[in-house]
């Protein structure tokens, strides 16, 4: 068992000790420091390292027995921890808050906005329950709750700690908890920064929609070691004689066509499939759990979806566009490129047998 040294105390790891404010806030600086130092060099999942960081508070800090991490779209429903460590966990693991009237004007949605909460006792007497129950069954005498929110997007959060002495937070003070509640901020900032860099290298610049470089991060959608995995298909999507439109209205017109037809293609999908700009006048599009005759009713609604009627374009100007499609299932054991390559054929008959039309590869 190892052994921490303070100035005027020694414990053994993890046993309660009797409360010695300036320990503890010695402890708390401890973690603060290292935080900060993994921050440095984070390179991983951040919600799993601020978990680590606060399984380390609640193992150094005797008198802090549960904390937990919550991040999001501030405009949330309802709060379920996502890192949560400490001796009250199985607390905070069931623990599930709704937004309702009463809630609203509750520590967990106010912090959520953003306001500066005093800390708070809780006593085995509260007329909110889980409350009542924290304090009779964990021991929770005092809780501090804390706002995250990123710099980068307009996600928040919260930072949720609770003691086991009464006034722990004031009498420990505030300020160091407010710092290691800043590192997290920053950590999620940072890697939402991250995500979005990630996005936008595999973005097409015109239409918004992922490009070609991103079908690699897609193919595990659709990947298929078994027959016992869900069926999978790709559709080849390329506009009908797109180059007249090139050569008689100027790129410009032929941008704001490519960009319409994006968004009407998009519309046509189901949730869970995914558009590619695959290059030019071609889309790709990557369709999970669908089989072949899935493939042809996906097919067939994008390709109605752009002839049923003309492409409204920003300078107020209409164009007719169709479209050819060719469609394929994805074999067992097939890489993604191959079962595309499938669909190429299948739309290289559909533009030679009179274009504006959907036709599945066999296979």
Not at 123 to 144: I, K, Q
Not at 278 to 289: A, N
Request: a neutral charge; hydrophobic letters at 45%.
């Amino acid at each position: 068992m190892g052994r921490f040294f303070i100035p005027g105390l020694v414990f053994p790891f993890g046993q309660r000790a009797g409360f010695d404010p300036r320990a503890e806030r010695a402890l708390v600086a401890e973690v603060v420091v290292r935080s900060a130092a993994a921050l440095v060099s984070f390179d991983g999942d951040p919600q799993a390292l601020i978990e680590r960081k606060c399984h380390m508070l609640t193992q150094l800090a005797p008198h802090i027995v549960l904390a937990w991490t919550w991040f999001g779209d501030p405009g949330a429903q309802r709060l379920q921890p996502q890192a949560v460590a400490g001796a009250a966990s199985a607390y905070a693991r069931g623990l599930v808050i709704e937004r309702n009237r009463l809630s609203a004007i509750g520590p967990a949605f106010r912090t959520l906005a953003g306001q500066r909460l005093e800390p708070f006792n809780v006593s085995r007497r509260s007329l909110y329950g889980p409350w009542r129950f924290a304090a009779r069954e964990h021991g929770v005498r005092s809780v501090l709750a804390l706002p995250l929110s990123s710099t980068h997007d307009e996600r928040r959060g919260l930072f949720v700690l609770y003691s086991d002495v009464e006034d722990y937070f004031d009498r420990v003070g505030v300020g160091l908890f407010e710092a290691l509640g800043q590192l997290f901020s920053a950590l999620l900032s940072m890697v939402a920064k991250q995500a979005e860099l990630s996005r936008a290298a595999h973005r097409d610049a015109l239409t918004g929609l992922p490009h070609r470089g991103a079908a690699d991060l897609l193919a595990a959608k659709v990947r298929r070691l078994t027959e016992f995995d869900p069926p999978a298909a790709v559709a080849l999507v390329d506009l009908d004689h797109f180059k007249s439109v090139n050569d008689t209205h100027g790129h410009a017109v032929g941008d704001a066509v490519l960009c319409a037809a994006a968004e009407r293609l998009q519309a046509a999908l189901r949730q869970g499939d995914t558009l590619i700009r695959w290059g030019g006048e071609e889309f790709c599009v990557v369709l999970p759990g669908t089989d072949l005759a899935g493939a042809r009713s996906v097919a067939g609604k994008l390709r109605a979806s752009l002839e049923r009627s003309p492409l409204h374009l920003p300078d107020g100007t209409s164009h007719a566009v169709t479209a050819s499609v060719g469609y394929a299932s994805v074999l067992v054991g097939e890489p993604l490129a191959e079962a595309v390559g499938r669909a190429d054929a299948a739309l290289y008959q559909a533009k030679h047998a009179g274009r504006n039309q959907a036709i599945g590869a066999e296979g």
